[in-house]
């Protein structure tokens, strides 16, 4: 199982990044996928799901209203799409799959986030 995600980058507060992860070595379609996060001295922190068909989705609190999880099921892809940037936000984004007992992590991608 390999995961891929890019987008990140340096972006002004206010700003957006779409970002993406290619999932491969798995079937893409059956599963639940995640976005996950992680700031400097914190723990890693889920941001937002969605149902392996796409049609549920579910978020944190601070994140609602201003990111959109979404899947290309054809494409083997996921995206999160983050509006309305906030310093807070600045983390290691990292896509998750989790595959019966076991989780599958990629190696992230960093957003900052500057004020």
């Known amino acids: 199982v390999q995961l891929v995600e890019s987008g990140g980058g340096l972006v002004q507060a206010g700003g957006s990044l779409r970002l993406s992860c290619v999932a491969s070595?798995?079937?893409?379609?059956?599963?639940?996928m995640g976005w996950y996060r992680q700031a400097p001295g914190k723990q890693r922190e889920l941001v937002a799901s969605i149902s392996s068909g796409g049609d549920f989705t579910t978020y944190i609190e601070p994140t609602k209203g201003r990111f959109t999880i979404s899947r290309d099921n054809a494409k083997n892809t996921m995206y999160l799409q983050m509006n309305s940037l906030k310093p807070e936000d600045t983390a290691e984004y990292y896509c998750n799959a989790k595959i019966g007992t076991l989780n599958y992590w990629g190696k992230g991608t960093l957003v900052t986030v500057s004020s």
């Open positions: 070595g798995i079937t893409f379609s059956r599963y639940t």
